[in-house]
Structure formats: structure tokens, C-alpha cells
């Protein structure tokens, strides 16, 4: 991976909605990513746990992101819908790990070459510190070649 890749990588951390939620990603890989958000008065709601919207926001632009890296500058990858449930309170640090294998990087870039588009579903569960789920989020992208070959 580039200097500038890294660099830009490193710099959605302080986009303002992650730096006010207090989210903070770590790139594993090309294909991986990890999240985590401590609880603060920031992200805290009227009881004391996270606050849903910042449970979402820790989950949304991840697989879009490790998306359009995978297939590169010929697809546009767009956010469709989501969903968030959740499931238990969160307290303390939830992570969520988010990774898309190169078999289905590969069977979106075949069903959009073949079909014109694609609208993928991924789905993460956020955990916390004791691996307990907290919310399960539900991702649909949108994928089409820009100009077909």
C-alpha cells in the first residue's frame, strides 16, 4: 500500500462525524477493517450506553469503502440501504470487524461485467468488550462497471 493511500486511510479518523463519535478504524488489510468506539459523553445517550446513531456510524461507510478499493477506478460502488438492530446496550468499547474475501470481491465484479449491476448485502455484528452483541447491521450496495468493456 502508497504513502498517500495510508495517509488517506489514517485521515477518515478525524472526518468529523467518526472524530465526534469518537469512532477510530485500523486497516488490517486491503480487504479488512476494524472499528472501535469507546463510550464518552459524546456518544453517550439519555441512559448511559451508545447512542444508536453512533452505533451506525461506526458501520457505515466500511464495506463501501474496502468495495471500491477491491474493484478499483472501472466500478462505481454506491451505499443503497441499510439496517441496524440492536440487540443488547453498549457499554464500554464495541468493535466490529469488517471484511469482504477476494472470492466475493470476485463474484460482484463477474455479476456486474455480466449483468450491469450487482447490489451486494453485507452484514457485521458490533461487539463488545466481552464479545456480547450490541447491534447487527445489514449494508446493500449498488455496483455497475462505468463504461462496459
Not at 486511510?9 to 468529523?16: A, K, L, M, Q
Not at 444508536?52 to 464495506?63: E, I, R, V
Request: charged residues 25%; proline residues 5%; aromatic residues 12%.
Amino acid at each position: 500500500m502508497s504513502f498517500w493511500t495510508r495517509l488517506r486511510e489514517r485521515w477518515v479518523n478525524f472526518y468529523p462525524p467518526m472524530l465526534g463519535a469518537g469512532i477510530r478504524s485500523h486497516y488490517v488489510d486491503e480487504r479488512t477493517i476494524d472499528v472501535e468506539m469507546k463510550l464518552t459523553a459524546f456518544n453517550r445517550n439519555i441512559v448511559g450506553v451508545h447512542f444508536g446513531g453512533s452505533l451506525y456510524a461506526m458501520c457505515d461507510p466500511w464495506f463501501m469503502l474496502i468495495l471500491m478499493r477491491a474493484l478499483g477506478g472501472d466500478y462505481i460502488v454506491w451505499d443503497k440501504a441499510a439496517s441496524i438492530r440492536f440487540v443488547s446496550p453498549g457499554r464500554g468499547t464495541v468493535r466490529a470487524h469488517f471484511h469482504i474475501p477476494q472470492s466475493r470481491v470476485d463474484e460482484i465484479r463477474a455479476a456486474a461485467d455480466r449483468d450491469g449491476k450487482v447490489e451486494p448485502t453485507f452484514s457485521v455484528d458490533v461487539l463488545d468488550a466481552q464479545g456480547k452483541v450490541v447491534a447487527q447491521v445489514e449494508k446493500l450496495l449498488y455496483v455497475r462497471r462505468k463504461n462496459k468493456p
